[in-house]
Structure formats: structure tokens, C-alpha cells
């Protein structure tokens, strides 16, 4: 069945995998040792985190454990599924693209971990501030709260 719609990357498994790039990356856990813990290469990690390869319901309940986040925390931020279409009405091709999400961004992970890692809370809160200060502000439909 190589090659066949089910096989290739799909956006809830890009999605699925980003989520638990991210969640790696913010424990400061390497693919290696995530993949130690369950047995696998790293770059069976790497398939996984980049949708490549979709993750089996126990992998993914494991992956959830070692990570401590419940499982729904893979499907977090995902668009809701307002009604399901039958069966073959929809193929991969005619799926609404994923569009990523800058806070997935490595250098998004890496900004967020080095900031939490400023020991002195009030230097934090002077860093905070002044990244507000130079950032652009946001349109006002980015202001909502989810």
C-alpha cells in the first residue's frame, strides 16, 4: 500500500506530531531519549513530530505519559470537526490545509525555555516587558482569548 492517501501526511498528523515536538522541546527532552523511553530510533521521532508517520493510540497514550500531558493534549488547538462527511466523500487532496502555527516554531520553543530559565523573577518581568514594547502590536482579531 505504498504511497496510497492513507499513508501520506495528512494535517491532523502534522498537527499531532507538532504537538509533541513541542511538548519535548519545552521539557528540554532530546528525540533520542523520548525515543529510548519507548523503544524507538530517533528518527522514528522524527517521522512521528514531522506527520510523516501517523502515531497508533497506545504509542500516543505513551508518549503522553512519559511526557506528563493527558492525551487530549496532541489534538490541543486543533480545529473543531463542526459535522463529519460521509465516508470517501472527502480524499486527502480536498482536506482544509494546516496552517502552522508560529508557536510551534523552534525558535519560538527556544525563546520561551531560555526565558523561563532567568532565575531573578524581576529581571523576567523586564525582559517581558521589553519585548512587548518592541513587538508589533497585534490586529484586534488577535487579541481574542481562545
Do not use: C, W
Not at 480545529?79 to 502555527?101: G, M, Q, R
Amino acid at each position: 500500500m505504498e504511497g496510497s492517501v492513507a499513508e501520506k501526511r495528512n494535517s491532523v498528523d502534522a498537527h499531532v506530531g507538532s504537538r509533541l515536538r513541542l511538548r519535548r522541546t519545552l521539557m528540554g527532552m532530546s528525540q533520542e531519549k523520548l525515543g529510548e523511553a519507548v523503544g524507538l530510533t530517533f528518527q522514528q521521532i522524527q517521522k512521528y513530530e514531522k506527520g510523516a508517520n501517523r502515531i497508533g493510540a497506545s504509542r500516543l497514550y505513551q508518549f503522553a505519559k512519559i511526557l506528563e500531558v493527558p492525551p487530549s493534549f496532541f489534538f490541543d488547538d486543533l480545529p473543531p470537526v463542526t459535522s463529519l462527511p460521509p465516508t470517501n466523500s472527502l480524499t486527502e487532496s480536498d482536506a482544509e490545509p494546516f496552517h502552522h502555527d508560529p508557536m510551534m516554531k523552534r525558535e519560538t520553543l527556544e525563546l520561551v525555555r531560555a526565558y523561563y530559565r532567568i532565575a531573578d523573577p524581576a529581571v523576567r518581568k523586564r525582559v517581558f516587558e521589553l519585548v512587548k514594547s518592541v513587538a508589533t502590536p497585534l490586529a484586534p482579531a488577535e487579541h481574542a482569548e481562545p
